[in-house]
């Protein structure tokens, strides 16, 4: 398994070991399709599961009270993250986090993107420099040219203005 992380174990639920997770993923029913989850480092298959408003109900083998659920608050649970597909052009946003962001034309290094901010029209990326500056760009095409977590680097092509100061 090549484990991403998926939500948070936030609360339990009744007595027979069902845990409430809150999922970090854009659609909280592809945990309905998890055969198992990994909590540390135990994996769990998963006997069912249910979205319930935001969160998602999960029933794990062998955790059958709620004695043994509680030891698994606030827990991060991960999945196989052969599960969530990407079209072309698609990252996970824990793949984005630290990639090294240089100039598409003069090859300048901007910096570090060290967290994603997701603003409903468009995400909006933070890049820190060594200083501790902190710059945002728009992930937009006209901005991110080039994403390659694999080389561990983003190339960019600020809009005009957006780093004058």
Not at 35 to 54: F, L, M, N
Not at 80 to 108: K, M, N, Y
């Amino acid at each position: 398994m090549k484990p991403i992380e998926t939500g948070k174990i936030v609360n339990v639920h009744g007595i027979r070991g069902e845990v409430k997770v809150q999922p970090w993923c854009d659609d909280p029913e592809i945990f309905q399709t998890f055969p198992e989850v990994q909590i540390g480092q135990t994996v769990y298959p998963v006997q069912s599961a249910r979205v319930t408003g935001t969160a998602v109900l999960l029933k794990l083998a062998g955790v059958d009270d709620r004695e043994t659920a509680e030891h698994l608050r606030n827990r991060i649970v991960l999945a196989d993250r052969s599960l969530f597909p990407l079209a072309e052009g698609f990252f996970f946003i824990t793949d984005l986090i630290g990639l090294e962001v240089l100039d598409a034309d003069s090859g300048q290094n901007y910096g570090t993107l060290t967290e994603v901010f997701q603003t409903g029209a468009n995400d909006v990326y933070e890049i820190t420099d060594l200083e501790g500056k902190k710059r945002y760009v728009p992930a937009i095409r006209n901005c991110i040219i080039r994403t390659s977590p694999e080389e561990g680097r983003m190339e960019i092509r600020p809009l005009e203005g957006l780093f004058d100061q």
